[in-house]
Nanobody, 115 residues
Framework: QVQLVESGGGLVQAGGSLRLSCEAS????????MGWYRQAPGKQRGLVAS???????NYADSVKGRFTISRDNAKKTVYLQMNSLKPEDTAVYYC?????????WGQGTQVIVSS
C-alpha cells in the first residue's frame, strides 16, 4: 500500500489560485499513475486530473485550461495547480495512486472557493 499525504487546501476567493501537493511514500517507479479526485457534499467522487508514469495527463472537462497536474519524481510528489477557481470547485480533494493493481488514497484536503 502506498501512503499518500496531501496538503495545500484552504479558503480562496473566486478567481484565485491554490496548489495542492501529494507526497507518496514510494518511488514513482512503483506507481503506474496518480490522480486527483474531488468530492463535493452530496455528490460522487470524480476525477479531476491524472498523470501516468509516462507523463500522459488527463483532465475533467470542467477544469481543462484552469488546472494543471505535474510531478516531481525526486520529491515523489504530484501537484495540482488550480487557477481561476470557481465556487463550484469547492470540494474535498483526494490524491490516488495506482500501483501493482491496487489503489491507494490520501486523507483528502478541503478546498473552499468563496464567491
Amino acid at each position: 500500500q502506498v501512503q499518500l499525504v496531501e496538503s495545500g487546501g484552504g479558503l480562496v476567493q473566486a478567481g484565485g489560485s491554490l496548489r495542492l501537493s501529494c507526497e507518496a511514500s514510494v518511488s514513482f517507479f512503483s506507481i503506474s499513475a496518480m490522480g486527483w479526485y474531488r468530492q463535493a457534499p452530496g455528490k460522487q467522487r470524480g476525477l479531476v486530473a491524472s498523470i501516468t508514469r509516462y507523463g500522459i495527463t488527463n483532465y475533467a472537462d470542467s477544469v481543462k485550461g484552469r488546472f494543471t497536474i505535474s510531478r516531481d519524481n525526486a520529491k515523489k510528489t504530484v501537484y495540482l495547480q488550480m487557477n481561476s477557481l470557481k465556487p463550484e470547485d469547492t470540494a474535498v480533494y483526494y490524491c490516488k495512486a495506482e500501483s501493482f493493481g491496487s489503489d491507494s488514497w490520501g486523507q483528502g484536503t478541503q478546498v473552499i472557493v468563496s464567491s
